[in-house]
């Protein structure tokens, strides 16, 4: 079975803070993608990578970077945490394109609170 | 943009009731279908999905959708629901153009009683 981590459940930060989400997977997949998932929203892609060192913006990266040093792991920062970046972070993985590699197994999440 | 519609915010059921939620996408070649679900306190797991082949499409734990291309929908379904299905539910849409993300609906939220 594909696992996906994530380095924190819950995490309580500062605004102004920089703040690192880590996400590890362990099934050598190409891609990797952290969402945010807000009541009422559902989940909205904040930017994925489709190999080390590659990454592309989703559709809100706005105050948001990632890094993806190594193909497992793949990390989303705030460079400045904001109390509107409250949120339920996931991280997700997917083998690569076209069907059936395209689906995603997700991590447990890290609910994130900016006070 | 493509989108991802999921009219029922939030459905109410007893147990035994039979289930059906609705998931309308806006993109107009072919796709790839998803339900996903989260049990509260658990993660995102997959609970059926459609490539291509026959339109109805059975899932985990007595679920089943049907995609019907002229409708843009894939809606779910559950003859009868138990207490355990109590989770939030998303529909997720991939066109079969390369692309590698995901794109979610709002999600429904249901709530069975007992």
């Known amino acids: 079975d594909v696992k996906v981590t994530q380095s924190s459940r819950y995490l309580v930060k500062r605004t102004g803070e920089k703040v690192f989400l880590e996400c590890v997977q362990d099934?050598?997949?190409?891609?990797m993608f952290w969402y945010r998932q807000d009541p009422g929203l559902g989940l909205r892609l904040i930017y994925f990578?489709?190999?080390?060192?590659?990454?592309e913006k989703g559709d809100i990266p706005e105050g948001y970077s990632v890094s993806r040093e190594k193909k497992e792991r793949f990390s989303l920062i705030l460079e400045s945490a904001s109390t509107n970046q409250t949120s339920m972070y996931l991280c997700?993985?997917?083998?690569?394109?076209?069907?059936?590699?395209?689906?995603?197994?997700f991590g447990p999440g890290t609910r994130l609170t900016v006070l | 943009a493509q989108s991802v519609s999921q009219h029922n915010h939030h459905v109410i059921l007893s147990e035994a009731a039979s289930l059906e939620l609705g998931c309308n996408y806006s993109?107009?070649?072919?796709?790839?279908l998803f339900w996903y679900v989260q049990y509260p306190g658990q993660h995102l797991q997959l609970l059926l999905k459609?490539?291509?082949?026959?339109?109805l499409v059975k899932g985990i734990k007595g679920f089943e959708a049907e995609f019907i291309k002229s409708k843009f929908s894939f809606n779910l379904r559950k003859p009868s629901v138990q207490w355990s299905d109590t989770a939030e539910y998303f529909c997720?849409?991939?066109?079969?153009?390369?692309?590698?993300?995901?794109?979610f609906g709002s999600g429904t939220r249901l709530q069975v009683q007992p």
């Open positions: 993109y107009g070649g072919t796709v790839n």
């Open positions: 459609y490539f291509s082949g026959d339109p």
């Open positions: 990578s489709y190999d080390v060192k590659m990454k």
């Open positions: 997700a993985s997917s083998q690569g394109t076209g069907r059936p590699y395209n689906e995603q197994f």
């Open positions: 997720a849409v991939n066109p079969y153009t390369g692309r590698r993300a995901l794109t």
């Open positions: 099934m050598d997949h190409e891609n």
